[in-house]
Each structure stands twice: as structure tokens, then as C-alpha cells.
């Protein structure tokens, strides 16, 4: 099963719960109050996803490792470039 999958079979679980609890399509007799806080539950649950994914991109941006090796190359790269730049004639 891919993740595409996964994730649209939880989806549908949980959007097929809400109908249950919200509009009561089997007569299930579910209380009033339960109806009122199933309503605005795809709004929470959106609020909750987008607080969730800017909290993983805020940890994952701060524990980003840096690679000093890959920087150093980098560098050795540039100085190579510019002298090879310099002698086929280029002013910077």
C-alpha cells in the first residue's frame, strides 16, 4: 500500500465518522451536543495539521546539520573557477 494510500484510507475513515456523528444518516440518536462539536471538527483538525507541519518545518530548519566538508569544496570550487575565469581573460 503506498503512503498515497494510507493517507486517503485514514482520510476516509475520519471524514465517514464525522458524517456518522454530524448529519446522523443511521439514526444512530447521537446527542445534540455531540452534533455541535462534530460540526466545526474539519476546521480544528485543519488548524491542528497546519500548527503540526509549521512546527516539523520550524525543528527540522533548526536542527538542520551543517556539512563543513561539502562547504569547503564548495569554496575550493569557487577559487578554482575565478582563476580559471581570470586566465581565459574575465575582469571581476
Sequence with gaps: MTKFMEWLFGV??????????AFDPLDLKV????????????LYLLVSFGCYSLLTVGYRVATFNDCQ??????????????KDLKKKGLRM
Design 12 to 21: 476516509s475513515v475520519v471524514l465517514a465518522a464525522w458524517v456518522l456523528v
Design 31 to 42: 446527542p445534540h451536543p455531540y452534533r455541535e462539536v462534530a460540526w466545526p471538527m474539519p
Design 69 to 82: 566538508e561539502a562547504a569547503e569544496e564548495l569554496q575550493a570550487q569557487i577559487k578554482e573557477a575565478k
